[in-house]
């Protein structure tokens, strides 16, 4: 093959001139590509590093859990009184048997450490619906009577920063969060807050303490949602896992919250803020 081309050009140099302009066509475009990426690399670092300059460090971690510990006393203070409805589901799985049960149940807060619930329906097992979901409401009222000595506080934990994220437009301060003591209702793990309200918005934990020698571990995800100015629980879904080879998993579902006419913005107020992002004429 070579050795006829060979004989051709040989014959016709039109040929060379046809092969080497060819050539050179390739290695103009492979120029071109190299140059655009060239181009491109130049174009893109000094951008770069542009945002890198404009982009805002987050504050220091103690800074940030001062102002969440300022804002939940402050949310608190402003809360007041307010009813919700809640959904229980426990389901178990392992040793004797597989069991699950519900319960709907009516919530009213009337302070910060009262709460009372009225069970409106229950259903499945009646030994998990009474010796475990009936229990945990029980739990819930004593912790809230003990929520100093139980909160989000340097007092009850140490604070990391651990990074930031976006998430549906929000940015969100990620700390890592270990608890000084290995308390019953402390909690070790990774709280989402949000850096504008100061609130946290996403809990992944597991306890600071086995509740018992029969649980090898659980896990915990709790999220908030965000109801006027006040972040309150949206859903908590808890994994717990036995020694004996079984599991439990129980969820739990915020809804229907109904604030007090107090919590709530007041037609003034909105009028007036509506009043003050118009533009001027």
Not at 73 to 96: D, I, M
Not at 193 to 200: E, I, R, T
């Amino acid at each position: 093959m070579i050795w006829s081309l060979r004989q051709a050009i040989s014959r016709d140099p039109r040929l060379l001139r046809a092969r080497f302009a060819a050539q050179t066509r390739r290695l103009s475009a492979v120029n071109i590509c190299l140059g655009l990426s060239i181009l491109l690399a130049a174009v893109a670092a000094p951008q770069a590093a542009t945002q890198q300059l404009h982009a805002v460090a987050p504050p220091p971690v103690a800074d940030i859990v001062q102002q969440l510990v300022a804002r939940n006393q402050e949310r608190a203070r402003l809360l007041g009184p307010y009813t919700s409805l809640r959904e229980y589901h426990l389901q178990y799985v392992g040793f004797p048997h597989a069991a699950q049960a519900s319960l709907v149940v009516d919530v009213t807060c009337e302070s910060n450490t009262s709460i009372q619930f009225h069970v409106i329906s229950e259903s499945g097992s009646h030994f998990l619906a009474n010796r475990i979901l009936k229990r945990l409401l029980k739990a819930e009222q004593d912790a809230d009577r003990e929520r100093g000595d139980n909160g989000l506080t340097p007092a009850n934990y140490n604070f990391t920063l651990e990074r930031t994220e976006t998430d549906k437009g929000r940015k969100l301060y990620v700390l890592q969060v270990d608890p000084w003591h290995a308390k019953a209702l402390l909690y070790r793990g990774t709280i989402w807050v949000d850096a504008q309200d100061y609130a946290v918005v996403k809990i992944d934990a597991e306890p600071a303490r086995s509740p018992s020698f029969w649980i090898r571990n659980t896990e915990i995800h709790h999220t908030y949602q965000k109801i006027g100015d006040f972040w309150l629980p949206q859903q908590d879904r808890s994994q717990t896992r036995v020694r004996l080879g079984g599991s439990a998993l129980l969820t739990i579902k915020y809804q229907q919250y109904r604030l007090s006419s107090a919590a709530l913005p007041s037609p003034d107020a909105t009028n007036q803020a509506s009043a003050d992002l118009s533009p001027s004429h």
